[in-house]
Nanobody
Framework: VQLVESGGGLVQPGESLRLSCLASGFTFSNYYMSWYRQAPGKERELVATIDSAGSTGTLIDSVKGRFTISRDNAKNTVYLQMTSLKSEDTAVYYC?????????WGQGTQVTVAS
């Protein structure tokens, strides 16, 4: 299993970013996918999850209305569209999959929201 995130960066409050995660090594379309984040000094937290078909996404309350999770099973890619970014969204964002009783992680991509 390999998960490779991209799309992070430094943005100002109110701006947008789209994170991507390219998956390989497993049958992507069979699995739910998730995005987590870890801010400095804090525990890693689940941000969003999408079902295997891409029909249902769930988000934590703090990002509802601002973030959208989606996937393209033809491209083995899951996305996190982030709008109206706030300073408290600053974190390393990780793509993740639970497969065969193991949680796999990507290497993470840094998102920094600062003026």
């Amino acid at each position: 299993v390999q998960l490779v995130e991209s799309g992070g960066g430094l943005v100002q409050p109110g701006e947008s970013l789209r994170l991507s995660c390219l998956a390989s090594g497993f049958t992507f379309s069979n699995y739910y996918m998730s995005w987590y984040r870890q801010a400095p000094g804090k525990e890693r937290e689940l941000v969003a999850t999408i079902d295997s078909a891409g029909s249902t996404g769930t988000l934590i309350d703090s990002v509802k209305g601002r973030f959208t999770i989606s996937r393209d099973n033809a491209k083995n890619t899951v996305y996190l569209q982030m709008t109206s970014l706030k300073s408290e969204d600053t974190a390393v964002y990780y793509c993740s999959v639970w497969r065969s009783e193991t949680r796999y992680w990507g290497q993470g991509t840094q998102v920094t929201v600062a003026s």
